[in-house]
């Protein structure tokens, strides 16, 4: 039996198939970060190595701060999540690291990495950085 040209094909119960995507869904799709960084015969740990040391440089991070050197952990964290940006961009599967498309991953990680880095920076006592207009922005909102 052969189809003719333009002719719609047709599956095994009569129902002709579209390439629509269909309104009820039987099955999910596996999440982009649901790929592993490590090949399968090694430990779930060893396959996630991005996402665990972005969470343990992280929580470093957090208790560096929690013992009194805010700006120093403040910047640990910031930097944490810079490498997480460049761990999305240059591995070609970091496991769990992927929650969104690679592009919108980088840009979120990057983002908040560099303005949880630039706030350490310029944070009192004796600011790192000195941003210029930023003095006088502050007096202006508190006023």
Do not use: K
């Amino acid at each position: 039996m052969r189809a003719e040209p333009g002719a719609e094909h047709v599956n095994g119960s009569g129902a002709a198939r579209s390439r629509r995507f269909p309104s009820v869904t039987r099955d999910t799709a596996r999440p982009e970060g649901s790929g592993r960084a490590v090949p399968g015969a090694v430990s779930t740990p060893a396959r996630q190595w991005p996402m665990l040391s972005v969470l343990a440089a992280t929580a470093v991070g957090l208790l560096t701060t929690a013992l009194g050197q805010a700006r120093a952990g403040c910047l640990v964290i910031g930097v944490a999540l810079i490498a997480a940006a460049v761990l999305r961009r240059v591995l070609p599967s970091v496991g769990m690291l992927a929650v969104r498309s690679r592009f919108t991953d980088m840009i979120t990680y990057g983002l908040l990495g560099v303005a949880i880095t630039l706030l350490a920076l310029v944070m009192e006592p004796r600011p790192l950085l000195e941003i210029p207009f930023l003095e006088s922005a502050v007096r202006f909102t508190v006023r």
